[in-house]
Nanobody, 124 residues
Framework: QVQLVESGGGLVQAGGSLRLSCVVSGRTVSRYAMGWFRQAPGKEREFVAAISWSGGRTSYKDSVKGRFTISRDNVQTTVYLQMNSLKPEDTAVYHC?????????????????WGQGTQVSVSS
């Protein structure tokens, strides 16, 4: 069984920064692609960023490009999401997810394991 635990969320003013962490435990997680998704109240879950198992390939939602950076540490089995220049529209619950096929796509149904999420709130 694979478990994912997110942390690092909080309340920040617009223009501020947060760094989310996702600790992964269980199977050989270093071969999994990882993704971050978010869900705001009353809205559907949306893709934010993904990283390949090696860390050599990343992808981002257009609205976060240049502001967010996804990275991973396969020794510590941790995935990070550095979020800079935060905007009120970034407010959501952020979830990390593991893609056991290693595709790292933007499609939520490709991810087999999910964390419970961490709340990010950005005030204007």
């Amino acid at each position: 069984q694979v478990q994912l635990v997110e942390s690092g969320g909080g309340l920040v003013q617009a223009g501020g920064s947060l760094r989310l962490s996702c600790v992964v435990s269980g199977r050989t997680v270093s071969r999994y692609a990882m993704g971050w998704f978010r869900q705001a109240p009353g809205k559907e879950r949306e893709f934010v960023a993904a990283i390949s198992w090696s860390g050599g390939r990343t992808s981002y939602k257009d609205s976060v490009k240049g502001r967010f950076t996804i990275s991973r540490d396969n020794v510590q089995t941790t995935v990070y999401l550095q979020m800079n220049s935060l905007k009120p529209e970034d407010t959501a619950v952020y979830h990390c997810a593991a893609d056991t096929l290693g595709l790292g796509s933007s499609t939520a149904t490709n991810y087999e394991y999910w964390g419970q999420g961490t709340q990010v709130s950005v005030s204007s």
